[in-house]
């Protein structure tokens, strides 16, 4: 429905109205408001596009696109964005063509607004119409494991890009077909792929079975009118802004479609931006063991089930999910650290530990993976020592632009 449309509809007591569309306006919460007036379509008018004119009018100039602009700050999908840190901005068409070309523009002082960069088109952008719930991730760290959720989604596309929008095996999706950012307000994005599409009319799709968790993200649950957009498809909408010098603390951006003017475009800001595509991902797998002899515990880092102590960090590499070690490293030294919590739940920390690699030692890795935590400081935490306690931890590799998302264990 654009401005100047004609609506009919029939009220309760079976009388049809027709009206005019004289303005539409999509909210930042997708709602659309319009205002209409009612119209007599038997008249002759100058101006109106489906009645016969009285006389010869001049031609209006057709509106510029609406544009849907989002901010992805989400681990990196492609090879070639891991190493700078960098966002990445959705341009979703809502009015106008998928070859819409538009300008991104960047203020980080909320006030002051510059020109980035351009865009080639839409990006496939849509938000869920119903709930996607909270699954457990796909991927199996430190296995070969990966597993494909039976959910389904119901899918408003806003554009669907330059590219269609289709089904995919197993295999194409772990290795990046149909790769998708979930945004939902409030909560860190997740990256997900599905692999089922159903294409149910007027840009509605059904999108079922699922990889979850994808790169390091939690699979939490995400409610309708979370954002979704597509990552290795219609890449030509996604504008990704690279930053070389000091990292802004906000910042704000405005997508502006050929023809359209700044002040008319909606902007969105980003606050304290974390730049996860150049984090370490999460710490695979950790293992405890009791030496009642020295009277310690030690817990120990590894990349998975038997695979010992090297190598235990991840790389930011963009490899398919299930990809087993070994793994190069891609931080300039080593570092861990571990949280522990109290007994019994992740929500209170009683004591912490940092091990990282000394480079002025020759070395820029660890040669030992484990921390010892003594009796005593155990004790004083709550647990109580011994090779049948269970403890909870929380572990971080330590990154040069900032930590890993941190991977808790119950050992």
Same mark, same amino acid.
């Given at each position: 429905?654009?401005?100047?449309?004609?609506?009919?509809?029939?009220?309760? +007591?079976?009388?049809?109205?027709?009206?005019?569309?004289?303005? !539409?306006?999509?909210?930042?919460?997708?709602?659309?408001?319009?205002?209409?007036?009612?119209?007599?379509?038997?008249?002759?008018?100058?101006?109106?596009?489906?009645?016969?004119?009285?006389?010869?009018?001049?031609?209006q100039?057709?509106?510029?696109?609406?544009?849907?602009?989002q901010?992805?700050?989400?681990?990196?999908? $492609?090879?070639?964005?891991?190493?700078?840190?960098?966002?990445?901005?959705?341009? %979703?068409?809502?009015?106008?063509?998928?070859?819409?070309?538009c300008?991104v523009?960047?203020s980080q002082?909320?006030?002051?607004? $510059?020109?980035?960069?351009?865009?080639?088109?839409?990006?496939?952008?849509? =938000?869920? *119409?119903?709930?996607?719930?909270?699954?457990?991730?796909?991927?199996? /760290?430190?296995?070969?494991?990966?597993?494909?959720?039976? $959910?389904?989604?119901?899918?408003?596309?806003?554009?669907?890009?330059?590219?269609?929008?289709?089904?995919?095996? +197993?295999?194409?999706?772990?290795?990046?077909?149909?790769?998708?950012?979930?945004?939902?307000?409030?909560?860190?994005p997740?990256?997900a792929?599905?692999?089922?599409?159903?294409?149910?009319?007027?840009?509605?799709?059904?999108?079922?079975?699922?990889?979850?968790?994808?790169?390091?993200?939690?699979?939490?649950? !995400?409610v309708?009118?979370?954002?979704?957009?597509?990552?290795?498809?219609?890449? $030509?909408?996604?504008?990704?802004?690279? *930053?070389?010098?000091?990292?802004?603390?906000?910042?704000?951006?405005?997508?502006?479609p050929? %023809?359209?003017?700044?002040?008319?475009?909606?902007?969105?800001?980003l606050?304290?931006?974390?730049?996860?595509?150049?984090?370490?991902?999460?710490?695979?797998?950790?293992?405890?063991?009791?030496?009642?002899?020295?009277?310690?515990?030690?817990?120990?880092?590894?990349?998975?089930?038997?695979?010992?102590?090297?190598?235990?960090?991840?790389e930011?590499?963009?490899?398919?999910?299930?990809?087993?070690?070994?793994?190069?490293?891609?931080?300039? /030294?080593?570092? =861990? !650290?571990?949280? *522990? /919590?109290?007994?019994?739940?992740?929500d209170?920390?009683?004591?912490?530990?940092?091990?990282?690699?000394?480079?002025?030692t020759?070395?820029?890795?660890?040669?030992?993976? #484990? *921390?010892?935590?003594?009796?005593?400081?155990?004790?004083?935490?709550?647990?109580?020592?011994?090779?049948?306690?269970?403890? =909870?931890?929380?572990? +971080?590799?330590?990154?040069?632009?900032?930590?890993?998302?941190?991977?808790? #264990?119950?050992?």
């Amino acid at each position: 429905m654009l401005e100047n449309d004609l609506l009919t509809w029939t009220d309760d +007591q079976g009388e049809v109205h027709t009206a005019r569309i004289l303005q !539409r306006d999509l909210g930042a919460d997708l709602t659309v408001r319009i205002v209409a007036i009612r119209e007599m379509t038997d008249l002759q008018v100058g101006g109106s596009a489906t009645q016969a004119p009285i006389a010869n009018v001049p031609q209006q100039a057709g509106s510029t696109a609406e544009v849907f602009p989002q901010i992805i700050d989400a681990p990196a999908a $492609q090879q070639d964005n891991i190493q700078v840190p960098s966002l990445t901005i959705g341009s %979703g068409v809502v009015t106008g063509g998928a070859s819409t070309v538009c300008t991104v523009w960047e203020s980080q002082d909320s006030g002051t607004y $510059q020109a980035v960069g351009t865009t080639g088109g839409s990006s496939a952008t849509g =938000y869920l *119409f119903s709930d996607l719930s909270n699954q457990t991730a796909s991927e199996a /760290y430190g296995t070969s494991t990966v597993t494909e959720r039976a $959910q389904s989604v119901d899918v408003y596309w806003l554009n669907t890009g330059t590219e269609v929008i289709e089904s995919c095996t +197993q295999a194409d999706a772990e290795n990046g077909k149909n790769w998708c950012v979930l945004l939902t307000p409030g909560a860190a994005p997740e990256i997900a792929a599905f692999r089922t599409v159903v294409d149910n009319g007027g840009n509605q799709y059904t999108l079922s079975n699922w990889l979850r968790g994808l790169r390091g993200t939690t699979p939490s649950g !995400r409610v309708a009118g979370t954002s979704i957009i597509l990552l290795n498809q219609s890449t $030509q909408g996604l504008f990704r802004r690279v *930053f070389t010098g000091p990292l802004p603390s906000s910042v704000s951006y405005k997508v502006v479609p050929a %023809g359209g003017a700044l002040e008319n475009a909606t902007a969105v800001t980003l606050s304290s931006p974390v730049f996860r595509n150049v984090l370490p991902l999460p710490v695979r797998y950790a293992t405890k063991a009791y030496d009642s002899t020295n009277a310690v515990t030690r817990f120990m880092i590894h990349a998975g089930p038997g695979t010992g102590q090297s190598p235990v960090h991840w790389e930011r590499a963009v490899l398919a999910p299930g990809t087993q070690p070994p793994h190069t490293m891609d931080e300039p /030294y080593e570092g =861990y !650290r571990i949280k *522990f /919590y109290r007994d019994g739940a992740f929500d209170v920390q009683v004591d912490s530990v940092l091990i990282e690699a000394d480079p002025s030692t020759g070395s820029n890795t660890l040669r030992d993976r #484990f *921390f010892d935590w003594p009796d005593a400081r155990a004790t004083a935490a709550g647990y109580t020592p011994g090779s049948s306690e269970t403890y =909870y931890i929380g572990v +971080q590799q330590i990154g040069q632009h900032g930590d890993s998302p941190e991977a808790q #264990f119950i050992v």
